[in-house]
């Protein structure tokens, strides 16, 4: 037989947690759903590729890259 005795600093513990982890949750909802629409607003994928900020000469178009 387990005696289980809550104290009231468990209660108060068991609130904290559960407000942390909602805010948790919403927060990586947000950042989850900002990544979303970046990449669907992104449409091709060479323009996805130029955002990740190494100079790729294959994805300059040849008016632009004028030597």
């Not at 990544?35 to 669907?40: A, G």
């Not at 992104?42 to 004028?66: N, S, Y």
């Amino acid at each position: 037989m387990a005696i289980k005795v809550e104290h009231e600093l468990h209660e108060r513990r068991k609130g904290r947690n559960i407000g942390l982890g909602l805010v948790l949750v919403g927060f990586i909802g947000i950042v989850f759903g900002l990544t979303v629409v970046k990449v669907t607003q992104l449409g091709e994928a060479q323009k996805f590729e130029r955002f990740d900020h190494v100079a790729r000469p294959q994805i300059i178009p040849a008016d632009e890259g004028g030597n």
